[in-house]
């Protein structure tokens, strides 16, 4: 773009994170009106919420950076919601407000913050929550890259919902929501110029999908969503966390045909790849058959499968063990370092 | 040593083509394997054909393994 | 969701598990069976197949993985040369996280010098058209697998006069090492698992060397689990008959003759050099370095300042690579040396014996 000559309004200027006209302009004409709810419309220093429902307080808080940022299946307006949304949800909590600020670097394209924009009011209605607070700020060309988000979320465990890791036993199910890797295979792809009409980033807010599993009185005992480091790690950290063993069944992992093969064409493992809208639930067998039941009526649930079986914690074991569709048996680790691609 | 998979040749320039496996594009160097065709299978090692694949002794291969399993198996 | 895979269909699995049993039970003593390939290593590991060979037939791992048998000293250059202000250095991600004397490429890059991970030596030419001001430096290691593409990437750069491109040679050969271990003799190898995708560029004709001089059979296979447990059920029958033949048990990609014109530019580009192997020293004639005519394409000749070579105390890489033990027998092993913190290149490469071993294989009994 150097050397071109470029309508001032048409990219981030330093002066839009400057706190003055240009910032107001910035936030009147690009954000407010995809946004737009009476929170946000004052533009006070907080907002002032109303009272809690019955429950307890659950928050959490996340960082999103990705490249590219805006990719199949979603942008990064629309990750940083679901993710901060997603986190609320497999904790148990009915996900309410959320923050949301973004960190632009000097010359991003009023056009993609927009997308941004419009990506984070989609996720929020998607998932019934209303983005209450936010700031903009705008560091040097070259001091960033294009765009980062930081979001905050409170929500409420309903009375009577117990879930953690503690509550798992032996014997239980490991169900996944839907096919995995999707999201990583996406990012992935486009990084190492692989093109495909069909893969595409699963990010999706999973409040109405959890919900689903409640009001279907299903026992939850402890869900996770496996995103960085994919269902492996996730599944690594809850044997830890929780003293178990996990052994999935390598024949019964839900991976798309396109994702397999962005995998054996970078030399990945779509086991370590991140999902940003699926859920791995723990229940007890006998409420296995429900809760698939119950996610698979839900339209991010269908793909919905059993994949492993949580076994008697035992001392000289591995805690997580994959059985091999060779009928073999591999210990899995967490994601050690980077996933590089590797020809080896 | 090496990390190769097959992909269909569905296109090809001078030197270089697009192969495709299960929905999934990469442009491919095709100076090690240039009498490859479109519609061919071909070895694709860190972004170069390296080799065709003969899709008939793949195919034996199967066969002569199955019958193993057959005259072995449970 | 997904067709079921017939090439890793767990009843033929068994079925051929089943058949090596039974061979199994006509040999008079323990053997080994080194596969010889990295990548081998991993689909053994990954499909969990050593767990289900009888005990008398064990699987030992080669030096075949092109990142593990790179020396030190060839990292040592590829650091110093990615803190020459003017170079890019691409490489392989494979290579990012093998540590140099007193640094690696992934702590290079965190301290601001310019290294991109690419798939492809194609990516690398795409790199260095797009940057002409700066010098963009591929570190080439790799088998004849690897190596033509190489070659052919330069022959690119040649063609276009993109002057920019050049390659640290790092180039290793198959024979050389394998004639090494079994003339030393201090490895019982008694058949080789060969490395399919070397085949396809070299030809099954290539290891006349292994009947003729040798004596040692071999089987060249394919990568799924139905593949590697072919091959090594015909190598229990040809050790029990004491038949020294070569196998082409991957004939859907490797033919006699293999791929001649990656050869020929192999040819043009490259001549075989004496060179050095991580565990195993130097062997004549083992590696390639570019003709003198391509000088100008090569990184070896740019000036730098390297650190002094020196390698990581206590470190068995070298033993782990001729199959001489087991990464268990390694006291670094899963105490300072784990894939986060690898302190032998075997740690490093996923396809790496040890990683191999860490990620893998200590299944029952370590966690």
């Known amino acids: ?200 980033s699963d990010c999706a807010p999973l409040a109405g ?82 809760a698939l039941a119950a996610l698979r009526e839900h339209p991010l649930g269908r793909g919905a499968v059993r994949i492993g079986v949580v076994a008697e914690p035992s001392p000289g074991l591995a805690p997580l063990v994959l059985r091999t569709a060779a009928g073999g048996r591999r210990p899995l680790d967490m994601l050690s370092g980077l996933d590089l691609p590797r020809i080896c | 040593m090496c990390l190769a998979i097959p992909m269909r040749l569905v296109e090809r320039r001078e030197f270089v083509g697009t192969g495709e496996v299960d929905g999934v594009r990469r442009e491919i160097g095709l100076a090690l394997c240039s009498e490859a065709r479109v519609g061919d299978f071909v070895l694709v090692h860190a972004g170069f054909a390296i080799g065709c694949i003969d899709e008939e002794a793949a195919r034996e291969t199967l066969a002569a393994l199955a019958r193993i399993a057959a005259e072995d198996g449970p | 969701m997904n067709d079921p895979d017939p090439w890793s269909d767990a009843g033929t699995i068994r079925a051929l598990a089943g058949r090596i049993e039974q061979r199994a039970r006509r040999l008079t003593r323990g053997i080994k069976l080194m596969e010889v390939c990295g990548t081998h290593t991993h689909a053994i590991a990954r499909a969990g197949l050593r767990r289900m060979l009888p005990s008398n037939v064990k699987l030992i791992s080669g030096p075949g993985c092109p990142v593990c048998v790179t020396p030190i000293d060839y990292m040592d250059r590829a650091v110093a040369l990615a803190r020459r202000a003017d170079v890019t250095v691409c490489t392989f991600g494979d290579l990012l996280r093998v ?104 030809g099954s004709a290539f290891y006349a060397f292994m009947t003729d001089a040798l004596r040692v059979p071999g089987a060249i296979v394919g990568f799924t689990a139905l593949d590697v447990l072919s091959g090594v059920e015909r190598l229990v029958e040809l050790v029990a008959a004491g038949e020294a033949r070569v196998l082409n048990l991957y004939p859907r990609v490797v033919t006699e003759s293999g791929n001649r014109a990656a050869r020929e530019l192999l040819e043009r580009w490259f001549e075989p050099v004496d060179s050095r192997w991580r565990g195993l020293g130097s062997i004549p004639r083992s590696g390639l370095a570019l003709r003198d005519q391509f000088a100008h394409r090569d990184a070896s000749k740019l000036d730098v300042a390297l650190d002094p070579t020196c390698e990581p105390r206590g470190c068995r890489c070298g033993e782990v690579l001729k199959g001489a033990i087991e990464p268990p027998d390694c006291p670094l092993f899963d105490t300072v040396c784990t894939p986060l913190e690898p302190v032998g290149a075997c740690m490093v490469s996923s396809e790496g014996t040890c990683a191999a071993w860490y990620r893998h294989e200590r299944c029952e009994e370590h966690a």
């Not at chain 1, 996944?176 to 595409?200: F, N």
């Open chain 3, 99 to 202: 540590p140099s004397s007193r640094s690696s490429l992934e702590r290079e890059s965190a301290a601001g010098h310019d290294i991109r991970i690419v798939y492809s030596p194609r990516d690398a030419l795409r790199i260095a058209r797009a940057a002409p001001e700066r010098k963009v430096v591929f570190l080439g290691v790799g088998f004849e697998t690897t190596l033509p593409g190489i070659a052919a990437a330069l022959e690119e750069a040649e063609r276009e006069q993109l002057d920019n491109f050049l390659v640290l040679p790092g180039a290793k050969l198959l024979e050389p090492p394998l004639r090494a271990l079994v003339e030393a003799g201090d490895v019982q190898v008694d058949g080789f698992l060969l490395p399919g995708h070397v085949s396809v560029i070299t």
């Open chain 1, 1 to 200: 773009m150097r050397g071109t000559r470029v309508k001032a309004d048409s990219r981030i200027l330093l002066g839009h994170g400057a706190g003055g006209r240009l910032t107001h302009e910035l936030v009147a004409r690009s954000i407010l009106p995809a946004l737009d709810n009476p929170y946000l419309a004052t533009l006070s220093d907080a907002a002032v919420l109303t009272q809690l429902p019955a429950g307890r307080p659950a928050m959490t808080t996340d960082g999103f950076v990705v490249d590219p940022p805006v990719f199949a299946g979603g942008d990064l307006g629309y990750l940083s919601v679901c993710g901060t949304v997603n986190d609320l949800c497999v904790s148990g909590a009915r996900p309410l407000w959320l923050t949301w600020a973004l960190i632009l670097e000097e010359g991003l394209e009023l056009e993609l913050l927009e997308r941004f924009v419009r990506g984070a009011a989609r996720a929020a209605s998607e998932a019934g929550v209303v983005l209450v607070a936010g700031d903009t700020k705008v560091v040097p060309r070259g001091k960033g890259d294009r765009a980062y988000a930081v979001t905050s979320g409170l929500g409420v465990v309903p009375p009577g919902r117990e879930l953690g890791d503690q509550h798992i036993r032996p014997g239980d199910a490991v169900l996944v929501s839907g096919p995995i890797g999707d999201h990583g295979a996406t990012i992935l792809a486009h990084r190492h110029e692989l093109g495909s009409d069909e893969l595409r």
């Open chain 1, 209 to 290: 999908l959890i919900e689903a599993l409640f009001a279907a009185r299903v026992d939850v005992r402890a869900m996770h969503d496996p995103t960085r480091g994919g269902v492996a790690t996730t599944c690594y950290e809850t044997c830890r966390r929780g003293n178990l063993r996990i052994e999935l069944d390598e024949r019964a992992l839900p991976v798309r045909r396109e994702v397999a093969a962005t995998c054996r064409l970078l030399g990945l493992d779509p086991l370590y790849l991140a999902c940003e809208g699926r859920v791995l639930v723990w229940v007890s067998e006998e409420h296995a058959e429900r």
